[in-house]
């Protein structure tokens, strides 16, 4: 595949959406969708054939639609998964996604399943072995990949770069497109005491193809990614920082925990247009004493209807 | 040293997620299995400590899994308690650790491993509700797959009336859609099942042999009791696109008058259709 070096990889700005959750269903069956594109968790709609399935191709007909995956696991040094990989080209010809997009880290190894988003190592090693993947399954999708940066909340002494600069590589060498997370930079870089700004500035903007924003939980020395809060001031700050950046991309609002009623998850992302006009919302940061579940997976779950 | 390439750092990292214990029980497993030591793996910079890192990462896995476990079987929640439930779903996580790329696969074989690991009856006491919650957690999890199997929702569905010349001439060609589950149960769970969902009162149901079929029609799941005999027609049905073939086939492996299943199966028909337990093919 030849490294495309278009703006956003030639893939459109789909303007302000949100995931598509069970516990909007209903509404939306009943309602017009109120956003310019739906997220899905590819993995949610895998061998679906039911009412979850039924309402995303409801939604499809409306507005476009982006396959969002959490067990690619592109950076394990299991084999690829051939059989899931199969199963996302399936629904992606179902769907007809706008892009296919996961995330840039490792869920499992000796074949078990973590659901989680863990860590890379950062070095040569590393970055070679993820290419090489990123390739093989561009090459099996027919198309750009997508990887989001994930919060973490270590980092390996072995990493010889920063995040940035492996991301930067990685886009470089295997033409994969960037989901930037300006939440999960935060939550990073807070938690690892790097420097945001520089993050963001130091991606090769013409990659970046998604962005996403969430709240997180500040939980005393870590900050965790919980996507179950409004979006703080950091993070929008952030996002029109890294907008200014682009051009403009696509832009989600992740909630997937503690998940609002519709309308006002749509009022949490419309205040996106008013921060690209310089007013940035006065919001803290959620403080918990409580360790809380990074990368929660209520969303992920089978809504009865029964 | 031992060289930290990547195979090794997610080996070291999945044992200090996935093993048994505590967390410091956890990483020391780690760190005897692949001979390192955590302060030499995790950069110690910032304010948070190693193991307040590695805990976000270990403490997170129960809780996620658990959290799917909870949506999974609720209705089996509620009837064992919260507490008793975690026990055993606490158990069955760390027994069956996810090898899925799906979390709809990780409560799978839930209901075996309760009915693996029930006490054990003592003799001369009739203890037989110790049987109750695998047989719940099996019919809840014949729910799920019948919310999601493919169903006849996109279908163009003959609604015309059965007309018994069809049936009498080997003319009458059905389906069962994917989405029918068909189960063999030692109690009667629809009246308990619904009881429970419905957190109304209810009595333990006694030990009998009982036939269930769940299946999903206009996204809406359908639970009724069925006979054996209704049972293993259905199961008979899957086999064979024409009805009157499969009734010839259950009447010629059970001994049962054909004539007698032509008659009963006439009956059953708008029962079974209604339901979405069987569709007619025009």
């Known amino acids: ?306 | 040293m031992v060289k930290q390439d990547t195979v090794l750092l997610q080996n070291w990292l999945r044992t200090v997620v996935m093993a048994l214990g505590f967390l410091n029980q956890k990483i020391g497993l780690a760190n005897h299995l692949y001979q390192v030591h955590e302060n030499d793996v995790v950069s110690n910079e910032g304010n948070a400590s190693v193991h307040a890192r590695l805990n976000v990462y270990s403490s997170g896995y129960m809780a996620r899994l658990l959290d799917c476990m909870y949506a999974d079987y609720a209705i089996s929640k509620k009837f064992m308690g919260d507490e008793l439930f975690d026990s055993f779903a606490k158990a069955y996580l760390m027994y069956h650790p996810s090898t899925s790329f799906t979390l709809y696969d990780l409560g799978k074989a839930f209901p075996d491993f309760l009915d693996r690991t029930k006490p054990q009856p003592e003799e001369g006491i009739d203890n037989n509700h110790f049987d109750i919650p695998a047989t719940l957690a099996r019919v809840e999890r014949a729910r799920q797959v019948a919310m999601r199997a493919p169903g006849i929702e996109n279908d163009i569905v003959n609604t015309n009336q059965v007309d018994i010349q069809d049936m009498l001439f080997g003319t009458l060609n059905i389906s069962v859609p994917e989405c029918l589950q068909l189960l063999e149960l030692d109690f009667p769970m629809k009246r308990f099942f619904e009881a429970v969902y419905r957190e109304e009162e209810y009595e333990l149901p006694s030990s009998q042999k009982t036939y269930m079929a769940i299946s999903r029609k206009n996204y809406r799941l359908v639970l009724e009791e069925i006979t054996e005999t209704q049972y293993l027609l259905l199961n008979e049905c899957r086999k064979h696109t024409n009805l009157y073939d499969a009734i010839s086939a259950l009447s010629a492996d059970h001994n049962i008058s054909s004539a007698e299943l032509l008659a009963d199966a006439f009956l059953w028909m708008p029962f079974f259709r209604k339901c979405g337990f069987i569709q007619v093919i025009s």
């Open chain 1, 1 to 306: 595949m030849s490294i495309n070096t278009k703006l956003r990889l030639g893939l459109p700005n789909l303007g302000l959406g949100v995931g598509l959750r069970n516990k909007h269903f209903n509404y939306l069956l009943n309602n017009p969708a109120g956003v310019d594109w739906f997220e899905i968790i590819s993995e949610n709609f895998m061998d679906d054939f039911g009412f979850a399935s039924h309402v995303l191709m409801h939604v499809r007909k409306q507005v476009p639609v982006v396959m969002h995956g959490v067990s690619l696991s592109v950076g394990s040094t299991d084999p690829l998964n051939y059989t899931y990989l199969q199963k996302l080209k399936e629904l992606a010809e179902r769907v007809e996604p706008e892009w296919i997009s996961d995330h840039l880290c490792w869920t499992g190894v000796a074949y078990t399943n973590t659901h989680d988003l863990l860590p890379m190592p950062m070095n040569e090693e590393s970055l070679n072995h993820v290419a090489e993947r990123v390739l093989k399954i561009q090459d099996f999708l027919k198309r750009p990949l997508i990887l989001e940066n994930p919060s973490t909340y270590l980092q390996f002494k072995v990493s010889t770069m920063p995040e940035w600069e492996f991301l930067s590589a990685l886009a470089k060498e295997t033409g994969c497109g960037l989901l930037l997370d300006v939440n999960n930079v935060f939550v990073s870089a807070h938690n690892h005491g790097f420097d945001a700004v520089k993050y963001i500035d130091s991606l090769p903007y013409e990659h970046i193809v998604q962005m996403h924003i969430a709240g997180p939980t500040d939980c005393g020395a870590l900050l965790v990614d919980t996507h179950d809060q409004p979006v703080p001031s950091e993070v929008w700050k952030l996002y029109r920082q890294a907008q200014q950046l682009t051009g403009g991309v696509s832009t989600l609002l992740e909630w997937d925990a503690k998940i609002p009623e519709y309308p006002e998850l749509l009022e949490e992302l419309f205040k996106a247009r008013e921060v690209l006009k310089g007013n940035i919302p006065d919001t803290g940061i959620y403080r918990s004493p409580n360790m809380p579940v990074s990368n929660p997976v209520d969303f992920q779950l089978q809504a009865s209807n029964g």
